[in-house]
């Protein structure tokens, strides 16, 4: 029952559906590029992927200095509410390249 509340809560926070429809769109994404595309401050969007990431539906993974997050999803019930945010056809904006990654 606690998956469910939590899960459910993430999804009731327009800025969380918003960084969740941007990556349907978008895929795997750098907190830069997630914080520029969307305009948000760094504190308000990391407080928000955390409460994504605690509640199943974000991975995180690090490349040099660099975050990025992606989809994840850890149950049918995260699967479909996903499903149900991209039938919402959220506006999504394009996605900003605002970090330099070094090759190699």
Not at 15 to 21: D, G, K, N, P, S
Request: hydrophobic share 45%; with cysteine; proline share 2%.
């Amino acid at each position: 029952m606690d998956d469910f509340i939590e899960t459910v809560a993430a999804v009731s926070n327009e800025t969380r559906v918003q960084i969740l429809a941007f990556l349907l769109e978008h895929g795997k994404s750098c907190v830069c590029e997630l914080e520029h595309s969307l305009k948000m401050g760094q504190a308000r969007l990391s407080t928000n992927l955390a409460i994504l990431k605690k509640a199943g539906f974000l991975t995180v993974s690090r490349e040099g200095k660099w975050a990025y997050y992606a989809l994840a999803p850890k149950s049918l019930l995260h699967k479909n509410l996903l499903e149900a945010i991209k039938a919402l056809h959220v506006k999504v904006p394009c996605k900003i390249e605002a970090c330099r990654i070094k090759s190699g």
